[in-house]
């Protein structure tokens, strides 16, 4: 009689390998049959890594924190709007500073200080650039992220608006 190279549909399990004897089930899977909740939560992070969700995380992370330091120059420029406003603040915070920290460096933080006032419509403009464009890339990769995660086509036609 000659022999098969065939897989017995029947003792196959369901990646295919043909078995002898079933495996007997394991603590977790023991209880996944006892917990539907638990079940639940194992097969949503077999999805969420299958469907690359710690790259994408990684990737969303990363445009948050690069779409923080334009917004951080923006409050930096408000700031210096309020104190250019203030005159009677911006001497009051000099002498603060210069009472806090003594030395050269108390002056270097007051020219700074200065600077940043003197310099606070350039800021507003570089950070408002920075901060729209940092910001467009930070809403476009979370939009191509989390259409990955649904399973839908993050380019479904449209313009940029409606993406």
Known sequence: MATTTQSDAS????YGIERTHADKPGP???VRERSPFVDHL???NDRYSGAGGNQ???GITYYSVLAIFPLLMIAVATAATVLAARPDLFDQLQGRIAESVSGELGGTLNRVLETAVAQRGAMFGVGGLTALWSGLGW???LRIGIS?????DPNDGGG???T
């Open 11 to 14: 003792r196959s399990d369901e």
């Open 28 to 30: 977790v899977e023991k």
């Open 42 to 44: 194992l097969r949503m």
């Open 56 to 58: 994408y995380a990684a």
């Open 139 to 141: 809403m476009g990769n």
């Open 148 to 152: 990955a995660m649904w399973g839908i």
């Open 160 to 162: 940029f608006v409606r």
